[in-house]
């Protein structure tokens, strides 16, 4: 009896062996887990995607608040990128519009710092987004860089409900609206948007001399890294100036245009027909209303095949909460970590710069686009409460600057 019961326990050591190097050595697409996530390749980062990002490893900001993450998901290309430009682009958004990254890479052509502000679950969306798009688009693969910031409340965490999704490589927007369905309905929103939190989350990942700060749904121009490296070169090598700061135009268009202009000429032509106007012109003329740009940047181009990029006219003025989409040294001052949701986030850090003596050169043929004309019908309720938190800190903010640099 003792010599069959050594046999039988001989037997079942040998069959958990077996068990156990058939499992380690079974191929990676049988991973069920894996497939009932998501139809997309595997994973690119973190490591282990099956398992959430440990917020034990985030840093947190000044207030302890937030945590952050940086290269979560970093360019294939990002050392090569960064090593050739003199400029990042740096943008940020939530997960529920990350497929915009998608043109802005295509457009740049350069390294992009994109942060994505991940509450929970919603981590797991821009898990399986970020994956989707650098498959499907190299340009995303090999020149974005992601990296992630979420409450310390609301660490990572994947879905509970996973899915399978059938997508192609045609829709990111789509594919988007679909991920948007991983997230956990009975977690609480986030109402109060940190922007720029993210934006110096973006920005301390870039290690280029200049950067170009947008929001995720401002549009670059094709060709901008290649045209803007060719104009910061000639600027250093000719008129050298370590406090000027390069104004881009911002312009919205009509939800009706369906092909977003590639250079000036193609922009004034909407403009003309009415299907492109100033951004936030309608809402907030304040907001570019400095820049003068339907007075001084609306002329057509004296040489219609040229993209080079060159200083149109200096802005000599400046008008309190005026907020223009700039190129800027990296040494220019940081965003103000105070305002948190909508209002005072970038004129803030305008006011700042004004303080300090920077210029303002207006760049001609550089400008950025918005889809839809804007509106104020669809603002949230919320829009209107954080303006006046915001006014408030923008109060103390612009003491705090005027006491320092006396100005």
């Not at 090598?237 to 390069?246: D, F, N, Q, R, S």
């Not at 809402?283 to 149109?312: C, H, I, K, M």
């Amino acid at each position: 009896m003792k010599v069959n019961a050594r046999i039988r326990t001989y037997i079942l050591v040998l069959l958990a062996l077996f068990l156990a190097a058939n499992f380690m050595n079974k191929p990676e697409m049988e991973d069920i887990s894996a497939i009932a996530r998501s139809k997309i390749s595997t994973h690119v980062a973190p490591p282990d995607s099956s398992d959430p990002i440990s917020s034990s490893y985030g840093l947190s900001d000044n207030s302890g608040y937030y945590k952050s993450h940086y290269f979560v998901w970093p360019a294939a290309k990002w050392e090569e990128a960064t090593l050739k430009s003199k400029v990042c682009l740096l943008t940020q958004g939530g997960v529920d519009r990350i497929f915009w990254v998608v043109r802005q890479a295509e457009a740049f052509a350069g390294p992009v710092s994109m942060g994505i502000f991940v509450a929970g679950s919603e981590y797991a969306v821009a898990v399986e987004m970020v994956t989707y798009m650098r498959k499907c688009f190299p340009p995303v693969r090999d020149w974005v860089s992601f990296h992630i910031m979420y409450p310390a409340g609301k660490p990572p965490k994947l879905s509970h409900s996973p899915k399978t999704f059938a997508l192609n490589c045609s829709d990111p927007e789509g594919a988007n609206r679909l991920f948007m369905s991983l997230r956990d309905k009975t977690e609480s929103m986030e109402t109060h948007y940190p922007q720029n939190h993210m934006r110096n989350v973006a920005r301390k990942a870039c290690p280029c001399d200049y950067i170009h700060i947008v929001d995720i749904d401002m549009l670059a121009t094709p060709r901008m890294a290649e045209n803007l490296n060719g104009f910061l070169t000639t600027m250093e090598a000719t008129k050298l100036c370590e406090k000027c700061i390069y104004v881009v135009p911002a312009y919205e268009v009509h939800d009706s245009v369906k092909k977003y202009p590639d250079n000036k000429k193609e922009l004034l032509e909407l403009v003309h027909k009415g299907l492109a106007q100033v951004f936030h012109v309608k809402v907030y003329d304040r907001n570019q209303g400095n820049g003068r740009f339907p007075q001084q940047w609306e002329v057509e181009p004296t040489d219609e095949d040229a993209s080079d990029y060159g200083v149109l006219y200096d802005i000599n003025s400046y008008q309190e909460f005026w907020e223009p989409l700039m190129v800027m040294p990296y040494t220019a001052p940081w965003h103000d970590e105070r305002f948190v949701g909508f209002g005072f986030n970038r004129n803030s850090h305008m006011f700042e710069l004004h303080c300090l003596g920077y210029r303002f050169k207006v760049l001609d043929r550089a400008f950025l686009v918005h889809r839809g004309f804007q509106t104020k019908h669809n603002y949230p309720a919320r829009r209107y409460t954080q303006l006046t938190e915001n006014r408030g800190r923008y109060a103390s903010f612009k003491n705090e600057i005027s006491a320092k640099y006396g100005c």
